[in-house]
């Protein structure tokens, strides 16, 4: 592609060097560059690309996108000054891959919790009703039946328009993404054309990223604002944040809801450990997914899926077979009757989610024992707030390891031991080991009790020092229940 043809609509401020051009590649690591490659040095949140000019040159870049020029300049380089870097490298991306968001509906969905089970259940709906689909999720990336391991909730601007040209060219008529806060601020999505947006909820998360919670809320916002006049917006109008999403968006604007009045509204008629009953628009259904917050993601789904123009009855007799995504409430049985779950729980509202959910439905002297811990290297402050809510809503927890990455196990379990009263420190027991901490509590467990283990989800690993180790909570929980 000639360099003249991937500017179109670039706010260039300035050119250095030639037009015609011809670029075979777009890249922002320098380490990627190879021959007649075009360089975009983006700053970034650890090292910032303007360091890496010259390594881009003599790995074979003949084009530099940058937001100031070096004082010397190479006579063979063309140099592209924008105001922007990381905003024109989603611009870039788009073009290189021949806006590939507008050859199918593309829909973004953003919140702190629900963003993998609304996307990954979107595309088990709109499979089962025939269509060709594509799927950008925390758990993994998909087109149709092809299965492409996920190393980001949202991926780079570069390996996310190569995503969609590939679902484009293999006949996908919709790709269901998450859009997580990171990506809207790092400008990720920069170029795309969504269809609509959904928004789930929002709570304490991230703050080691934003700062504060009120510039996490306008993360989030932004999604919204950029949406055009031919997308719709559907929020949840239960969440006290949900109408802030809506305010200066141009797109149609609609709402769901358990509690308030909306344009979708669903009611719990039943719950059990292995569904519920839901009643959605006058409607029932029976659905496999169980809880209060899976009500709202499977309500957000059904209305994402009436706004595309499904048919209703369609859509919730699909809704009835559609199972939701890998490590969310995925319940274990052990032959005495041990139920155990395994879940990405990773912020106080949704271990508060999950807890309330399984207190609704255990029964008798059932008792509830969670393995819970905090990844590292991330938001501290949610720590003791999340050790409170397992102690409060569990008989029995073990605070153990999440993620440590770079962090010491043990600062981590301090954090979260700072969460726990002194009157319950009988209730609570510390195992650094997650393997060990998980085995335990299934050996705590009577016949019938339930053991949670938040955290982890899908997740086949854990990070120690930079590097991942196989690890699979619920492969650890099988493996326990074989054993008894």
């Known amino acids: 592609m000639k360099l003249r043809e991937l500017l179109h609509a670039i706010p260039v401020q300035q050119l250095e060097g030639l037009l015609e051009v011809d670029?075979?590649?777009?890249?922002?690591?320098?380490?990627?560059?190879s021959a007649d490659s075009?360089?975009?040095?983006?700053?970034?949140?650890?090292?910032?690309?303007?360091?890496?000019?010259?390594?881009a040159v003599e790995n074979g870049a003949k084009v530099l996108v940058l937001d100031t020029l070096p004082e010397k300049l190479h006579e063979e380089i063309t140099y592209v000054v924008v105001a922007d870097t990381s905003y024109v490298l989603g611009l870039l991306a788009s073009n290189f891959y021949g806006d590939p968001s507008k050859g199918l509906k593309l829909v973004g969905i953003t919140g702190t919790n629900g963003k993998t089970t609304i996307a990954t259940l979107l595309f088990n709906l709109f499979k089962s009703l025939g269509y060709h689909v594509g799927l950008l999720s925390t758990v993994e990336n998909k087109i149709g039946d092809r299965v492409i391991p996920a190393t980001h909730t949202t991926p780079d601007p570069i390996a996310l328009n190569m995503l969609l040209r590939e679902m484009v060219d293999e006949g996908c008529d919709y790709c269901f993404m998450e859009v997580s806060s990171h990506a809207v601020v790092q400008q990720r999505i920069a170029g795309l054309r969504f269809a609509g947006g959904i928004f789930s909820n929002i709570t304490h998360d991230h703050l080691d990223f934003h700062g504060t919670f009120d510039h996490y809320i306008k993360a989030k916002k932004k999604f919204f604002d950029d949406l055009d006049r031919f997308a719709f917006a559907l929020t949840n109008v239960d969440d006290r944040n949900g109408t802030v999403m809506l305010q200066n968006t141009f797109a149609h604007k609609k709402t769901y809801g358990l509690k308030t009045m909306a344009d979708f509204k669903a009611k719990v008629v039943e719950s059990h450990?292995?569904?519920?009953?839901?009643?959605?628009?006058?409607?029932?259904?029976?659905?496999?997914?169980?809880?209060?917050?899976?009500?709202?993601?499977?309500?957000?789904?059904?209305?994402?899926?009436?706004?595309?123009?499904?048919?209703t009855m369609k859509v919730l007799t699909a809704m009835s077979d559609i199972a939701g995504a890998e490590g969310r409430f995925d319940v274990v049985r052990s032959t005495n009757g041990t139920v155990g779950i395994v879940d990405y729980a990773h912020t106080p509202d949704a271990v508060e989610n999950v807890l309330s959910t399984i207190r609704e439905l255990r029964k008798g002297?059932?008792?509830?024992?969670?393995?819970?811990?905090?990844?590292?290297?991330?938001?501290?402050?949610?720590?003791p707030e999340m050790a409170e809510v397992a102690v409060r809503l569990s008989d029995k927890v073990i605070i153990t390891s999440d993620n440590p990455r770079t962090e010491d196990p043990m600062a981590i379990i301090r954090d979260m031991e700072a969460g726990v009263d002194s009157k319950d420190r009988k209730h609570v027991f510390t195992i650094a080991e997650r393997k060990e901490a998980i085995r335990a509590a299934c050996h705590l467990a009577q016949a019938g009790d339930i053991v949670l283990v938040a955290g982890k989800g899908h997740e086949k690993y854990q990070e120690v020092q930079g590097v991942r180790y196989h690890f699979d909570d619920k492969e650890i929980l099988i493996e326990t229940f074989n054993e008894q």
């Open 23 to 33: 670029v075979l590649s777009v890249c922002f690591d320098s380490r990627k560059v």
């Open 38 to 55: 075009l360089f975009v040095a983006v700053r970034g949140v650890h090292t910032d690309g303007h360091l890496y000019l010259d390594k």
């Open 273 to 311: 450990l292995d569904g519920m009953l839901l009643q959605v628009d006058g409607h029932e259904v029976w659905v496999k997914l169980v809880g209060g917050f899976n009500a709202y993601n499977l309500l957000a789904v059904y209305g994402a899926a009436i706004l595309l123009e499904q048919e």
């Open 365 to 383: 002297g059932q008792q509830i024992i969670t393995v819970l811990g905090c990844g590292g290297d991330r938001d501290k402050t949610k720590r």
